[in-house]
């Protein structure tokens, strides 16, 4: 079921959706592709659909007169929710994003609205899924991150389960630490640019606020701080940006992440240029940082890593709490 009129808007040379001003990664086929691909490298680093796998399947259990549910909140290209749903038949699955699902094919039980999750309270809906999935979304909130999950919270039934995935804008170096920033006129392979390309977009959106730049480090506290929730399960996926990566990081086949990796590290710049050029990076500077980062991968001047924060918590009470529109954004 689609919700509403799709608006695309075309921004310095890609198309971004017309529901939602502060979502301005693009909408077009090129981003659904780098989604998919995304979508692909941090399963098989997390070796499944979802992360602890056990864990996920004991709540999606069938039940006698029972209905399980699924919502995944900002479902992009639709992948996810339609694996899922083949995975688990007799789970109902909702998507919700600003712009349609790509996926050839829907299973039958599986759905797609078009919505701003920010938008009102989905009153009527609270207490009835069993998973609440987000995933990479932290680009879309800007700010209000706190009453977002607390706006999630309250979707889930008692016993349900809340699974968070939040790429982090910081990239790390081999010793899992904030990598140097690469700079103008150095020796090539002293710091990142990739890094770079990230650390000006933060330091640029006036939107984006503190909680917004580091939404992956600071999740696991506002999720442990909810008296609601117990349990908060906090992994780190550490994708080697076009190499397998150290043998003491967290991640499943490294050699087909790492390649992965390298796609969307490759990737990336071009998703964010819509922002750039808005907020008065000439253009003819940009491309310089794109060649740069291109370089940096594609002769792997720097080993370094991209991070995803995976976390998921268990909801022990029903209390709702207040999430209106003016709470959020």
Not at 50 to 79: E, F, H, M, Y
Not at 177 to 193: D, H, M, V, Y
Request: charged share 25%; hydrophobic share 40%; with cysteine.
């Amino acid at each position: 079921m689609m919700t509403a009129t799709v608006d695309h808007k075309p921004l310095h040379g890609r198309l971004v959706n017309g529901m939602s001003e502060h979502y301005q990664l693009p909408s077009d086929n090129p981003e659904m592709e780098r989604l998919t691909r995304q979508h692909r490298m941090i399963k098989l680093g997390m070796g499944g659909l979802v992360w602890p796998q056990q864990r996920i399947n004991q709540v999606l259990a069938p039940s006698p007169g029972t209905v399980k549910r699924i919502l995944d909140v900002g479902s992009g290209s639709g992948v996810w929710a339609v694996e899922m749903a083949e995975c688990f038949p007799h789970v109902e699955i909702l998507g919700i994003d600003l712009v349609p699902p790509v996926v050839k094919y829907i299973p039958p039980n599986c759905r797609f609205e078009i919505a701003n999750f920010l938008e009102g309270d989905l009153v009527e809906r609270w207490g009835t899924f069993d998973v609440v999935h987000c995933r990479n979304i932290g680009a879309g909130l800007r700010s209000g991150h706190k009453a977002f999950v607390q706006k999630a919270v309250n979707l889930v039934k008692k016993g349900g389960i809340i699974s968070l995935m939040e790429g982090s804008i910081i990239v790390y170096n081999e010793k899992k630490e904030p990598i140097r920033l690469a700079q103008e006129g150095e020796e090539p392979g002293r710091g990142s640019w990739l890094a770079r390309i990230l650390d000006e977009w933060t330091a640029r959106d006036k939107n984006l606020d503190e909680d917004g730049k580091a939404a992956a480090q600071r999740i696991p506290g506002w999720l442990r701080s909810d008296p609601r929730l117990k349990d908060v399960q906090d992994e780190r996926l550490f994708c080697g940006i076009g190499w397998r990566g150290n043998d003491d990081v967290f991640c499943e086949n490294k050699e087909l992440v790492g390649q992965l990796m390298a796609l969307n590290a490759l990737d990336i710049p071009g998703a964010f240029q819509p922002m750039m050029l808005s907020t008065g990076v000439s253009k003819e500077q940009y491309d310089l940082w794109v060649e740069e980062n291109r370089r940096d991968v594609e002769e792997l001047r720097i080993k370094s890593y991209g991070m995803v924060r995976i976390l998921i918590v268990l909801l022990t009470l029903h209390t709702h709490v207040n999430t209106s529109v003016s709470s959020l954004v």
